[in-house]
């Protein structure tokens, strides 16, 4: 499936040009076979809890990131192979999540962007704690509903708006 963003825009070139991008300050993994990304922010706050995620996703994302703020915890994950199929099944352009997933075996083969601190074997909670287009603060910055999210094998980068044309 093409990707409306399909443009390879790196991170590197936009803080050139834009000083006052907001660089994440986390290192993230690739886990899918897109190590380049962007979109428009769409969020998600949670706690070891992906409830709620599914629904989010099957809204459709084209042309959209969907960042979910999983507070750094590496004990449960966030996402597995199923939930990131459907991502992509959807137009998500990527995911990022500030946690972990799991299954990372099913991403492999995914051509779009999924970006995490790491993977675990353990399920998600699914007690409904999550909170869609909650402004987050992780990593050194604020990213908010509706920013421009670019990723690529350098960082994770946000703007106020998109940087290219």
């Known amino acids: 499936m093409a990707r409306p963003n399909d443009t390879i825009i790196r991170t590197a070139d936009i803080c050139d040009d834009h000083r006052d991008a907001r660089v994440c300050e986390l290192q993230f993994r690739d886990f899918a076979a ?48 199923n939930i990131a199929d459907e991502a992509f099944r959807h137009g998500w352009e990527g995911v990022v999540f500030n946690g972990a997933i799991r299954d990372s075996h099913e991403f492999a083969g995914l051509d779009f962007g999924v970006k995490a601190l790491g993977a675990t074997a353990m399920p998600p909670r699914q007690n409904g ?36 044309g």
Do not use: W
Request: with cysteine; hydrophobic share 40%.
């Open 34 to 81: 897109r190590e380049h990304f962007h979109g428009e922010v769409v969020t998600f706050a949670t706690f070891e809890d992906n409830k709620g995620v599914r629904d989010l996703i099957a809204q459709g994302g084209a042309g959209k990131v969907l960042v979910v703020d999983g507070r750094g915890s590496m004990r449960r994950a966030l996402c597995g192979g």
């Open 129 to 164: 704690l999550g909170r869609i287009n909650e402004p987050l603060v992780f990593g050194g910055i604020a990213v908010n509903p509706g920013d421009y999210l670019y990723a690529d094998r350098d960082a994770v980068i946000l703007l106020d708006g998109p940087a290219h």
